[in-house]
């Protein structure tokens, strides 16, 4: 009989179970993941190699004119060495580790969610999944709280493959796009795009796009030749927060 069991949990049938159970279920980059994965073994004792914990994003990549849909692992935190778990036998594993800077926060079509898998050989390797919320750090919220100050409306945001130039330190990146809705730039833009880059744990990159608004025969021209698209570079510290709106309003303000 136990023979049969091995075989049958071979291929996943009466194979261990792993469940991660979270302390909380909303984050902000940066800080501290804990909880507790519990394993209970199935219908025969199983050797497992190792524990894993991955936290997974997806990003769209264009290729060959198609637009793709990856999935990607941004951290992988492993929990153990390699143990026996017997039949029916359940063990508990806690864990914590820190968010990696790039986690992208959960809003528009943006999706973060913890992987857990147990690796055994010759064998099914089980699995849980589980959503989790990340909140705007303090970079992220400032520069949504001045752009909606500035009249501007966010309309969008996603993941997108990173420039060419960052993708040693990313593989995407997360893109905030506004139309402006009211106030001084109302009209003057078809969109202004936010990207925030992690610069270590006390600084970030902000990467404006603004796209101006077409007029005439000429801007259609330039609109044709992506000429109509300007970008602004800044690197922020909590210092800088504080005087955000004011920035941003005079940096915008060039291109309209």
């Known amino acids: 009989m136990s023979i049969f069991n091995k075989v049958l949990a071979s291929v996943g049938v009466g194979n261990a179970k792993v469940d991660t159970k979270l302390n909380n279920s909303a984050f902000v980059a940066g800080e501290m993941i804990s909880g507790v994965t519990e394993v209970v073994g199935g219908n025969t ?6 524990i894993y914990i991955k936290v997974y994003t997806t990003y769209e990549r264009e ?13 992988s935190h492993k929990l153990n060495e390699p143990f026996t778990i017997e039949k029916g ?15 992208p926060v959960t809003m528009g079509r943006t ?10 050989k010759n064998a099914v390797d089980p699995g849980d999944k589980d959503m989790i919320e990340i909140r705007p750090n303090a970079y992220i919220q400032a520069g949504l709280t001045a752009a909606q100050n500035l009249g501007f409306k966010l309309r969008k945001v996603d993941c997108e493959e990173a420039p060419r130039a960052y993708r040693g330190i990313t593989p995407f990146v997360q893109e905030f796009e506004f139309i402006a809705a009211s106030g001084p730039f109302r009209g003057k833009f078809d969109e202004v795009e936010f990207t925030f880059i992690p610069k270590g744990s006390d600084q970030v990159e902000l990467l404006i796009q603004v796209d101006r608004k077409v007029r005439g025969l000429g801007s259609l021209f330039s609109e044709a030749l992506n000429m109509d698209e300007s970008y602004i570079r800044m690197t922020l510290s909590k210092a800088d927060l504080s005087s955000l709106e004011s920035r941003l309003n005079q940096e915008i303000a060039r291109y309209a």
């Open 63 to 75: 290729a060959n004119d198609n637009k793709y849909t990856d999935s990607v692992a941004i951290y």
């Open 45 to 50: 004792s199983q050797n497992v190699d190792s």
């Open 89 to 103: 036998e359940k063990k508990a594993f806690p864990f914590s580790f820190s968010l990696p800077l790039i986690t």
């Open 111 to 120: 999706r973060v969610w913890l992987q857990t898998g147990l690796d055994i």
